[in-house]
């Protein structure tokens, strides 16, 4: 876990459309992969994970996928609503991604 | 069923003081990892404790900082002089365990150095 990339940094989204956020991770002996939201001024929530003898799951209108050949897994957000409005962190063995902004508009 | 507690939620200090921030894990989770935030930054990795032993210290800096987790009472990070630069949130979270596990945050320590 030393290394852990997320992309995009900041994301904008009209209300209703789609978000996909990526991460890149570095260990290949990794077998777990949440996800955090983080509202302001609040200390970040697990919204969904994947084990990796998995290659998606589903919660609503989250859903993650991971492909570990290519080492990286992936966020998905359908339907969006303001009050997904939030910093969105993956995390690999304790190490954090960067963050992504997202900006659900009405 | 309380779950990750920090306290204070605010604290000032001035230049040259001591910091200490408490967690107490959620009920049933033995392990403890603190993490700084600047603003509009990320989270980045501090400290791995488990009761009584640190195992991965590898994100505290060398000098000031200290971290420890008895076996009763909460996890404790300390920062002795503190200095402008320290001021920053800092959270703590807990797991049951190692590995395929989520981690629950407390709401965090916000730090002001004055």
């Known amino acids: 876990g030393e290394n852990v990339e997320q992309h995009p940094s900041t994301l904008s989204v009209q209300e209703g459309d789609s978000a996909v956020i990526k991460c890149t991770y570095s260990d290949s002996a990794s077998n777990y992969f949440p996800w955090y939201k983080q509202e302001l001024g609040k200390g970040p929530q697990l919204i969904i994970d994947i084990r990796s003898n998995v290659g998606e799951k589903k919660d609503q209108r989250i859903a993650v996928t991971l492909n570990k050949t290519a080492k990286h897994f992936s966020l998905h957000i359908t339907e969006t609503q303001p009050e997904d409005s939030a910093v969105y962190f993956c995390e690999e063995d304790m190490r954090f991604g960067a963050g992504t902004r997202l900006t659900v508009k009405p | 069923n309380a779950g990750v507690m920090q306290n204070p939620r605010h604290l000032v200090r001035r230049r040259g003081q001591e910091a200490r921030l408490r967690c107490s894990p959620m009920?049933?989770?033995?392990?403890v990892y603190w993490y700084r935030q600047l603003p509009e930054e990320g989270l980045k990795f501090m400290v791995y404790?488990?009761?009584?032993?640190?195992?991965?210290e590898s994100g505290m800096p060398k000098e000031r900082f200290s971290a420890e987790f008895p076996k009763e009472g909460p996890s404790i990070l300390r920062i002795q002089q503190v200095v402008r630069g320290d001021s920053a949130a800092y959270f703590c979270a807990s797991s049951p365990g190692r590995g395929a596990y989520g981690y629950t945050f407390g709401s965090g320590t916000r730090l002001t150095v004055v």
């Open positions: 404790l488990q009761k009584e032993n640190i195992i991965d």
């Open positions: 009920k049933g989770h033995s392990h």
